[in-house]
């Protein structure tokens, strides 16, 4: 089979095409024919070098959708749609760049769909971060503001979707002006340009902050985020889109408000539904949820698409196909705000 390996950390021409065997899977595990998979900041990251408890070579993947190829002791029978995500893909085992993937049964979900691939390939761990990050990390309501700094990445989109759905008035940020219009399209009430240093801004519109944040930019603009809540309010920090992965000099009887709580996201397989993660594929069948696709790629293409994750210039998710029809990638961008 094809698959992307990782041989040692580098820049994105360290991703190989190469042919391997097709793995086997073993008693209770999955093995699957992978259609698409979404990109991933933590692959980059991986990538670069900084995950030194994944062991090199790897096949790298956090994500995939496709067709059960064979599952011996498990559910899941041959030829069935299913999702898989996370418990190790991609880090303790192989993951999902590879025309198959062999996964522990824990990380698939049987999904039931008509849509594209490429629209499918886009949900998994968005849908499951954004989602996690909402209800579990930040506990949100109906009636409540919520800040999403980071608005233009796949799950900060996503995440301003669900939180419309609920019922909450959302604020997202953005550094590029010319994103603007693609936020307010996506939902948002209130666009805020990221300079690095928002909390004046967000206090000038919401004297006492807003109730909960959702801090996808990471620990370089965490500080100046917990200064927008406001007392009694919750900061969840879910993503690192700013490459920065510790807080010098942090003092939390400082830096943290009084009664403000601050939270981290790091959630996997279970706290994922099979029921929720259907129920919105259904509603991105019908129309009524929506999934914001920047650009697709075709597995040969991973090196563009490892560069052009890295140049943070996306709004959305970068999806991948693999063994596609050629006319597959151009038909599925006219998804993209399905």
């Known amino acids: 089979m094809k698959a992307i390996v990782l041989e040692s950390p580098g820049d994105p021409t360290a991703l190989q095409l190469q042919e391997i065997t097709k793995p086997s899977p073993q008693p209770g595990w999955v093995l699957i024919e992978v259609k698409a998979f979404g990109l991933n900041r933590s692959e980059m990251f991986t990538r670069q070098g900084h995950s030194p408890s994944v062991q090199l070579p790897r096949i790298l993947g956090i994500e995939c959708v496709g067709v059960v190829e064979a599952a011996p002791d498990t559910p899941f029978q041959p030829g069935q749609k299913v999702a898989a995500i996370m418990g190790g893909m991609g880090r303790a085992f192989d993951g999902s760049y590879a025309e198959y993937t062999c996964v522990p049964q824990a990380c698939v979900f049987p999904i039931k769909s008509n849509l594209d691939w490429s629209v499918l390939g886009a949900i998994p761990e968005m849908f499951q971060t954004a989602y996690g990050s909402l209800m579990s990390g930040l ?102 889109l700013g490459n920065a992965w510790t807080l010098n000099d942090f003092s939390p009887m400082d830096d943290i408000p009084h009664t403000v709580r601050l939270t981290v996201y790091t959630g996997g397989t279970e706290d994922l539904s099979i029921e929720h993660l259907q129920r919105f594929i259904d509603g991105v069948e019908v129309g009524q949820n929506r999934v914001n696709i920047d650009r697709l790629f075709h597995l040969d293409e991973i090196v563009e698409a490892h560069e052009y994750m890295e140049s943070n210039q996306t709004t959305g998710k970068l999806v991948v196909l693999v063994n596609e029809p050629n006319g597959t990638k151009k038909q599925s961008l006219l998804t993209k705000f399905r």
């Open 139 to 240: 506990g949100v309501q109906a009636g409540q503001t919520l800040l999403i700094r980071g608005g233009t990445s796949s799950v900060g989109m996503a995440a301003t979707h669900l939180a419309k759905e609920l019922g909450l008035t959302v604020v997202a940020t953005t550094r590029n002006p010319s994103k603007v219009e693609a936020l307010q399209a996506n939902g948002v009430d209130r666009v805020v340009i990221d300079t690095g240093a928002i909390a004046t801004s967000i206090r000038q519109n919401f004297p006492k902050g807003v109730d909960r944040v959702l801090e996808l930019v990471g620990t370089s603009t965490l500080l100046d985020s917990l200064q927008c809540v406001a007392p009694g309010g919750i900061l969840c920090m879910t993503g690192i």
